[in-house]
């Protein structure tokens, strides 16, 4: 690789903007002779994040990392030095002539991102084309303005192959283009395009380059909408749609307005309310909320007005209000979401709904009250049912106080001192419970065992008692329960630095230190853990139960095929237990 001169480097930094760099990433705000933001390299609450442009140099006070703007480059991107001078030379129109040191990592980026940008012009062009009047004429009825349209880069896809002849035609290789979500191979071997018949939105990253794309049917295709799957530079769950739009509004201290989908966005947008964002058809995240605490103190939870619609914000609340963040919601009318609830009503009547904003008991209890007669007996106890998760983990007494009255004020037959009573009754239930999702695999369980395993050298004891390393079924979970049980024989307790010593494989020794740092707040009551066990042991009983339909299913089973079979469903329909 040929080594950039000094002069070279020197004019790169001097047209780079260090301030306007970082402001990409993080909400910056004047102290003292400089700025403070919170770092966009770690999670936190209190910003500990400067940045001084008269020396040009940022740092981190809570995570230690610092530098000047090729570091900043370097550290947000992942890339080398050499990576990043080229990066920050093409964003200021330095011309560096190709040489050899581009890693092949960032060799394909580079290539992702210039054929993402190549298919959302073409996908825009053909919106306004003959080919998308159906879809135009689709967006109208919505009520989407042109200026809209421009302002986001809507698309259109229209099939027969256009986005596939233009690579073609443009030379650009097809593996690329199939790696980066833009064409697939069909069941012939054949490559067509990977969207068609859609309305197409590209996503954004905070430097306004497109990274992927969503695309939404204008028929009945199934599924009505497509997401670009995950590629080198995509990822759905640590992105968020219209956000490199959204961080720069007028008003960078005002509230960011998050709702569930493209089209949700683009009415609120047009209503002129410019701090809004949607999730990528996926539940929100934790890398999200951390995201957008970047940029806002207050969210706004803009979901439809609907069972799955209050279940995730039931779910938002939670991981936004736990990266810090002040979190309300809106009462929209039932059935109703922000884009069908502005086109009948107006943006009037949404600013209203807006500055109207409440907090989750708030919106928690509206939508209970909708659902159930709280003038019948069964309404009544819907009603508290439906309450009850939110209240039970309510820590804040004040908050918890005002509202048991205002329970009690609803005339539902019963006191407040029942009511304290009947929630904390409610959370020891709970505590009792094994909390593990059923849709979680048995890896995620056995991982999650471990780590308390890795915890609590008491915990790890009785596991081993109940659990041996070769019933872990993921083979990450096997090599370090193994280790730490034979740390436990050979040593007669346990110690983590032997442990540590005695991984040498790199994947998983990078597994074991996420365990070892990762903070549970799972129960550690020995009934919860041992219902852990059962639910790994019970999982595997299924597994078996299913090996076994199939030889009793072929005819002839052996008698000791039969008995095991027939004591696994006895078990498994509340008989004896085998996972004693």
Not at 451 to 459: A, G, P, S, T
């Amino acid at each position: 690789m040929s080594r950039l001169s000094e002069d070279l480097i020197e004019e790169i930094k001097n047209r780079n903007n260090l301030l306007d760099l970082v402001s990409c990433y993080v909400t910056l705000k004047k102290s003292g002779k400089g700025y403070q933001g919170l770092c966009p390299f770690h999670s936190e609450r209190t910003p500990s994040f400067s940045v001084s442009p008269d020396k040009g140099l940022w740092y981190c006070f809570g995570c230690g990392t610092g530098g000047n703007v090729f570091d900043f480059v370097k550290k947000i991107e992942n890339i080398s030095f050499y990576e990043a001078a080229r990066t920050l030379a093409e964003k200021a129109g330095i011309e560096i002539p190709e040489k050899e040191g581009f890693s092949e990592d960032y060799k394909d980026k580079k290539n992702l991102y210039s054929l993402n940008e190549l298919a959302a012009s073409f996908y825009h062009w053909l919106l306004f084309q003959d080919s998308g009047k159906e879809a135009l004429s689709y967006l109208k009825k919505r009520k989407i303005s042109k200026e809209t349209l421009v302002k986001f880069k809507i698309g259109y896809a229209p099939g027969s192959n256009r986005l596939l002849n233009l690579l073609k035609k443009k030379n650009y290789s097809f593996e690329m283009a199939l790696s980066g979500g833009l064409i697939r191979v069909d069941g012939n071997g054949q490559y067509r395009d990977y969207f068609i018949g859609r309305v197409i939105f590209p996503i954004f990253d905070l430097r306004d380059r497109v990274i992927g794309f969503g695309g939404r049917s204008t028929g009945d295709a199934i599924p009505k909408y497509l997401n670009t799957f995950e590629t080198k530079i995509f990822n759905k769950g640590k992105n968020l749609y219209g956000l490199n739009l959204a961080r720069r509004r007028e008003n960078r201290a005002s509230p960011l307005i998050l709702t569930e989908g493209y089209m949700d966005l683009l009415s609120v947008s047009q209503s002129n309310m410019e701090g809004v964002v949607a999730s990528l058809g996926t539940s929100l995240t934790e890398e999200q909320a951390n995201l957008l605490r970047k940029f806002t103190d207050e969210v706004i939870l803009a979901y439809d007005a609907d069972t799955a619609g209050v279940s995730a914000t039931g779910r938002g609340i939670g991981l936004l209000e736990s990266a810090g963040l002040s979190v309300k919601a809106l009462i929209l009318p039932e059935g109703k979401d922000p884009d069908l609830y502005i086109r009948e009503e107006g943006r009037e009547a949404f600013y209203k709904i807006v500055e109207n904003r409440v907090e989750y008991f708030t919106y928690l209890s509206t939508w209970l009250e909708r659902k159930h007669d709280l003038s019948t007996r069964e309404g009544k106890e819907g009603f508290l049912k439906g309450i009850e998760p939110f209240m039970s983990n309510l820590e804040d007494s004040l908050r918890r106080n005002e509202y048991f009255k205002i329970i009690e004020s609803k005339n539902l037959g019963i006191s407040e001192k029942e009511l304290v009573s009947r929630f904390s009754l409610y959370k020891e239930k709970k505590k009792l419970k094994v909390p593990v999702e059923e849709r979680k695999s048995p890896a995620d369980t056995e991982r999650l065992l471990l780590r308390l395993m890795l915890q609590d050298i008491e915990i790890m004891k009785k596991v081993f008692k109940k659990f041996k390393p070769e019933e872990f079924s993921d083979s990450i979970c096997y090599k370090i329960a193994d280790s730490c049980h034979k740390n436990l024989n050979e040593k007669k307790d346990f110690s983590v630095d032997e442990l540590i010593k005695s991984i040498k494989d790199d994947q998983i020794r990078k597994v074991l230190a996420e365990m070892l740092l990762t903070d549970d707040d799972y129960p550690r009551h020995e009934e919860s853990i041992l219902g852990m066990i059962k639910t790994l042991k019970d999982k595997k009983l299924k597994e078996r139960q299913k090996e076994l339909e199939l030889i009793v299913a072929q005819g002839k089973p052996s008698d000791e095929i039969n008995k095991e079979y027939q004591q696994i469903v006895r078990y498994l329909k509340g008989g004896k237990s085998l996972s004693a």
